[in-house]
């Protein structure tokens, strides 16, 4: 967002909205998933997301847990539509080649675990960058 | 995320169309809007955390006070939630008339949603009509309840006050009246050419995108999604409840939505009227300790409230979930991106039926 003298600083404003209990028990739960510190996590999301997203995020993982990636389990454990339509923590572009990367590793013999464990490294990096 | 836009409009927080304070920060390339960013904080009241220590007696007028727009059904699902929790079961009479001082409230609370539509749109002579039809619907709930907004007519185990026959007789009679004038505005509506060029194919809510925000209640009806928690609630069923929805999936959708449901509230009251049960309408009953997730159908959708309370009945923790967090963000990240005009937004974030003050808390 272009920004103004005028325009109010929300950090502080988005930061109570994600320490609120439901919302501190999701933005946990990512982190424990993606293997990340909360507060680095929380920074992410306080610059990347405005506050109507955050406070819809538990809402928004509910729906994830119920309809995402239902068809293909290497997207589920990966959380490929989990993490970008649903929570809209990564962008598209950016999880569909650590996606194809993992698929094609898990096709090619790789344990699954280990496959994912490398999607959530990429993952990581994509969030650091 | 910073990016390079051609012009970046702020609107609100106070704005000609928008009920409550709120901003919108659009990012425009021309006319197009490519991202819209929402500000809150202009009228937060921290009520959960009013709401922490008190006793049940307290919290249940705190609960009404969420919203001014929807307040039965605020206090009508903190009530079922604590009533979940303690095992207090409700009289028939008494589940009937919440019934309808339910279906009262979704009325009013439509017709206000669509006159802020038709006034945006600027289609004023309809937009006060429904104002019109809104205040005999308000005169209805006062009958029935007493008050015109925070009613506190649900407790715990029943309702407040019974309905005498005569009374329940004006109501018939107005609701005879209200469902022919709403019948011939639904039509001005319907068959309206401009309001049609303002309306159809604007703020387009794919069902897809509406499922992954969780929108819920009218706005995610118009976008072919059946959800409705009345279908869950076990008064409703017996009166053989069945959802209103559409797939036109835009801003004419949503309206006509909020009309039918209008229409159905109408029946359902009706219904309830011709059923009432003979009995008490208080069967009494102890609040007890326990935690319990309750979700009630607002006029705005699924209403849901997580409630810890200790063996007095206070209050420990409480979170509630409104339909309009769900809803405004679906708005503002998926209906509004794409609108051809800046104009376009302001009608499209109104016909979500934004209410920020549920959405603040």
Same mark, same amino acid.
């Given at each position: 967002?272009?920004?103004?003298?005028?325009?109010?600083?929300?950090?502080?404003?988005?930061?109570?909205?994600?320490? #609120?209990?439901?919302?501190?028990?999701?933005?946990?739960?990512?982190?424990?998933?993606?293997?990340?510190?909360?507060?680095?996590?929380?920074?992410?999301?306080?610059?990347?997301?405005?506050?109507?997203?955050?406070?819809?995020?538990?809402?928004?993982?509910?729906?994830?847990?119920?309809?995402?990636?239902?068809?293909?389990?290497?997207?589920?454990?990966? /959380?490929?539509?989990?993490?970008?339509?649903?929570?809209?923590?990564?962008?598209?572009? #950016?999880?569909?080649?650590?996606?194809?990367?993992?698929?094609?590793?898990?096709?090619?013999?790789?344990?699954?675990?280990? #496959?994912?464990?490398? /999607?959530?490294?990429?993952?990581?990096?994509?969030?650091?960058? | 995320?910073?990016?390079?836009?051609?012009?970046?409009?702020?609107?609100?927080?106070?704005?000609?169309?928008?009920?409550?304070?709120?901003?919108?920060?659009?990012?425009?390339?021309?006319?197009?809007?490519?991202?819209?960013?929402?500000?809150?904080?202009?009228?937060?009241?921290?009520?959960?955390?009013?709401?922490?220590?008190?006793?049940? +007696?307290?919290?249940?007028?705190?609960?009404?006070?969420? =919203?001014?727009?929807?307040?039965?059904?605020?206090?009508?699902?903190?009530?079922?939630?604590?009533?979940?929790?303690?095992?207090?079961?409700?009289?028939?009479?008494?589940?009937?008339?919440?019934?309808?001082?339910?279906?009262?409230?979704?009325?009013?609370?439509?017709?206000?949603?669509?006159?802020?539509?038709?006034?945006?749109?600027?289609?004023?002579?309809?937009?006060?009509?429904?104002?019109?039809?809104?205040? +005999?619907?308000?005169?209805?709930?006062?009958?029935?309840?007493?008050?015109?907004?925070?009613?506190?007519?649900?407790?715990?185990?029943?309702?407040?006050?019974?309905?005498?026959?005569?009374?329940?007789?004006?109501?018939?009679?107005?609701? %005879?009246?209200?469902?022919?004038?709403?019948?011939?505005?639904?039509?001005?509506?319907? %068959?309206?050419?401009?309001?049609?060029?303002?309306?159809?194919?604007?703020?387009?809510?794919?069902?897809?995108?509406?499922?992954?925000?969780?929108?819920?209640?009218?706005?995610?009806?118009?976008?072919?999604?059946?959800?409705?928690?009345?279908?869950?609630?076990?008064?409703?069923?017996?009166?053989?409840?069945?959802?209103?929805?559409?797939?036109?999936?835009?801003?004419?959708?949503?309206?006509?939505?909020?009309?039918?449901?209008?229409?159905?509230?109408?029946?359902?009251?009706?219904?309830?009227?011709?059923?009432?049960?003979?009995?008490?309408?208080?069967?009494?009953?102890?609040?007890?300790?326990?935690?319990?997730?309750?979700?009630?159908?607002?006029?705005?959708?699924?209403?849901?409230?997580?409630?810890?309370?200790?063996?007095?009945?206070?209050?420990?923790?409480?979170?509630?979930?409104?339909?309009?967090?769900?809803?405004?963000?679906?708005?503002?990240?998926?209906?509004?991106?794409?609108? %051809?005009?800046?104009?376009?937004?302001?009608?499209?974030?109104?016909?979500?039926?934004?209410?920020?003050? =549920?959405?603040?808390?």
């Amino acid at each position: 967002m272009t920004t103004y003298l005028y325009e109010n600083d929300l950090v502080p404003q988005k930061y109570r909205i994600l320490v #609120a209990h439901r919302h501190d028990t999701l933005v946990r739960k990512i982190a424990l998933e993606l293997d990340i510190p909360v507060q680095e996590l929380r920074r992410y999301l306080i610059e990347h997301l405005d506050m109507m997203l955050l406070e819809n995020l538990p809402a928004r993982a509910e729906m994830a847990d119920v309809h995402a990636d239902q068809d293909d389990p290497i997207a589920r454990a990966l /959380g490929r539509e989990k993490f970008t339509q649903y929570l809209q923590i990564l962008p598209y572009a #950016a999880m569909e080649p650590i996606f194809h990367e993992v698929s094609g590793r898990v096709h090619a013999g790789t344990p699954m675990e280990d #496959a994912i464990a490398y /999607g959530r490294e990429k993952m990581r990096e994509e969030l650091r960058r | 995320m910073k990016r390079t836009v051609d012009v970046n409009i702020p609107l609100g927080p106070i704005h000609p169309c928008f009920k409550e304070p709120v901003r919108l920060k659009c990012e425009a390339k021309g006319e197009r809007i490519v991202g819209v960013e929402v500000e809150l904080g202009y009228m937060k009241k921290g009520i959960e955390r009013i709401m922490k220590g008190r006793p049940w +007696q307290e919290v249940m007028f705190l609960a009404e006070r969420v =919203c001014g727009i929807c307040s039965v059904i605020h206090n009508m699902v903190f009530i079922e939630a604590m009533e979940q929790i303690s095992g207090i079961s409700v009289p028939p009479r008494a589940a009937y008339l919440r019934v309808i001082a339910n279906e009262l409230d979704r009325m009013q609370s439509h017709l206000l949603a669509n006159f802020s539509y038709c006034y945006t749109i600027e289609h004023e002579t309809l937009g006060m009509y429904l104002l019109d039809l809104r205040e +005999q619907v308000m005169d209805e709930l006062e009958h029935l309840t007493g008050a015109r907004v925070t009613c506190a007519y649900i407790i715990p185990g029943g309702v407040r006050c019974d309905i005498p026959r005569p009374d329940a007789e004006l109501l018939q009679t107005s609701l %005879d009246r209200i469902e022919r004038d709403l019948r011939r505005y639904s039509g001005m509506f319907a %068959d309206g050419p401009m309001i049609a060029l303002r309306s159809r194919g604007v703020g387009i809510l794919t069902q897809e995108a509406a499922q992954q925000a969780h929108a819920v209640g009218p706005t995610a009806r118009a976008s072919g999604i059946a959800a409705d928690c009345r279908l869950n609630h076990p008064t409703y069923r017996q009166l053989g409840f069945v959802p209103v929805s559409r797939k036109d999936h835009d801003n004419y959708a949503r309206v006509m939505v909020r009309f039918d449901e209008v229409v159905q509230s109408i029946g359902l009251i009706r219904k309830c009227l011709q059923d009432l049960p003979k009995g008490v309408i208080r069967g009494g009953g102890v609040c007890k300790a326990g935690e319990t997730r309750y979700s009630g159908e607002a006029p705005r959708g699924e209403l849901t409230y997580f409630i810890k309370s200790d063996e007095y009945g206070r209050i420990v923790d409480i979170q509630i979930q409104t339909p309009s967090i769900m809803n405004i963000e679906a708005c503002c990240h998926e209906m509004i991106l794409g609108a %051809d005009s800046i104009a376009d937004v302001t009608s499209t974030f109104v016909s979500a039926d934004p209410c920020v003050a =549920c959405t603040e808390r």
